[in-house]
């Protein structure tokens, strides 16, 4: 399915959210079709990242895929790849059109019981990175709901709509995709930073800690990504992702060359492993290796 988009900055609106749906249960591909000028949202940024959705760009001579550069043409049915090309398209490599800072994103996983409300964690680490509660919550952009997570709790437990977006009202930029299946919430929370805001790289460990205090989560992945503070994404390069560290429950000893710290309450504790800085992509391998020594203890 094409759609093409004509606007500055594309959301995720509820014709678009509908479309994917409808992609998904037929098993066809999203194709998102926008100017080059055009920026899209971190719910529309996780659905072409995390699902069967891609995000084409017309620069005026061609298309290319957004996130990659990739060129692409039109095959008759759908946009594909240019086999043969061996550059990035043009516009991919021109500069952002606004300052590049930094986003940390928190990527974690929880099971929950159910006396407790949902939208805990997202709460609770928003409050801790941009000092205010998130202030709205909907499955689809524009929000439709104030923050309630008695509220969300219920349309969870009701409806059909696992997918949701929270966004914050700190200080900070920050916005939050969540995902229910049954009682376990897989949740991707982005934090924008301007450049000349440091996000708090070494404190992400006691930050965990202090979350966990009340809202206990299974394991988190924390990385930096180069982006603009705003959260908005733009179809070109902007520098790559590096991972920061790794939580995973259980107290480990393991593996040798990691440095681990003990975090979270007796009850349930994690082992926080330090992968890096958050400025050195490479560090991805150590991820990679980590997680082969997690699965293959």
């Known amino acids: 399915?094409?759609?093409?988009?004509?606007?500055?900055?594309?959301?995720?609106?509820?014709?678009?959210?509908?479309?994917?749906?409808?992609c998904e249960r037929t098993g066809r591909t999203l194709q998102i079709v926008t100017d080059h000028h055009s920026r899209v949202t971190v719910p529309v940024r996780t659905m072409v990242t995390?699902?069967?959705?891609?995000?084409?760009?017309?620069?005026?001579s061609g298309y290319y895929e957004a996130l990659t550069g990739h060129p692409m043409h039109w095959d008759?049915?759908?946009f594909a790849r240019v086999p043969d090309a061996s550059d990035y398209a043009p516009a991919y490599l021109t500069r952002p059109t606004a300052?590049?800072?930094s986003q940390l994103v928190l990527t974690f996983q929880a099971h929950h019981t159910p006396q407790n409300p949902l939208g805990g964690q997202v709460d609770h680490f928003m409050r801790l990175l941009t000092g205010q509660p998130p202030i709205g919550w909907g499955a689809t952009e524009p929000l439709e709901h104030l923050w309630d997570p008695q509220a969300l709790t219920t349309h969870i437990l009701t409806s059909n709509a696992p997918r949701l977006i929270a966004v914050g009202g700190g200080?900070?930029?920050a916005m939050a995709t969540l995902e229910f299946t049954g009682t376990t919430e897989l949740t991707t929370l982005t934090i924008g930073y301007k450049p000349d805001d440091p996000p708090p790289v070494a404190q992400v460990p006691s930050l965990i800690d202090v979350?966990?205090?009340?809202?206990?989560?299974t394991s988190l992945l924390a990385q930096l990504t180069p982006g603009r503070p705003d959260l908005t994404t733009e179809p070109r390069w902007s520098g790559a992702s590096a991972p920061i560290g790794l939580a995973a429950t259980g107290s480990y000893t393991g593996p040798p060359g990691f440095m681990r710290q003990r975090i979270g309450p007796p009850t349930t504790p994690?082992?926080?492993?330090?992968?890096?800085?958050?400025?050195?992509?490479?560090?991805?391998?150590?991820?990679?290796?980590?997680?082969?020594?997690?699965?293959?203890?």
């Open 1 to 22: 399915m094409v759609v093409l988009q004509d606007r500055p900055v594309i959301a995720l609106s509820a014709a678009l959210a509908e479309a994917l749906d409808e």
């Open 50 to 60: 995390a699902k069967n959705a891609q995000w084409v760009v017309h620069d005026g």
């Open 76 to 78: 008759g049915k759908s």
């Open 99 to 101: 300052p590049i800072g």
């Open 171 to 173: 200080r900070r930029p």
């Open 211 to 217: 979350l966990t205090s009340e809202n206990p989560i």
């Open 270 to 297: 994690l082992t926080w492993f330090h992968l890096g800085d958050g400025t050195s992509p490479e560090y991805w391998q150590r991820h990679q290796q980590l997680l082969h020594h997690l699965r293959n203890p």
